[in-house]
């Protein structure tokens, strides 16, 4: 488990990384997912190369969307 910084523009980031073509904007669990923790730090899990917010492991987050503090 890493403590990580979600940046605040998530669901922008999100969308640029997968260019529009993953529906998040459409997804009422990655929305509420979006405004429960975007902007704010929280505990990451990793499987392999791929991170999961602790809490909700249904989408993984690409690097780009948060920064590891610890």
Do not use: Q
Not at 2 to 23: D, V
Request: hydrophobic content about 35%; overall charge negative.
């Amino acid at each position: 488990m890493k403590k990580a910084f979600i940046y605040p523009n998530l669901l922008e980031r999100i969308e640029k990384y997968f260019e529009g073509k993953e529906g998040h904007r459409n997804d009422p669990c990655f929305l509420s997912l979006v405004n429960r923790f975007a902007g704010k730090e929280v505990n990451l899990k990793f499987i392999g190369p791929d991170a999961f917010e602790e809490i909700d492991d249904n989408y993984w987050l690409p690097e780009c969307c948060y920064k590891i503090l610890s």
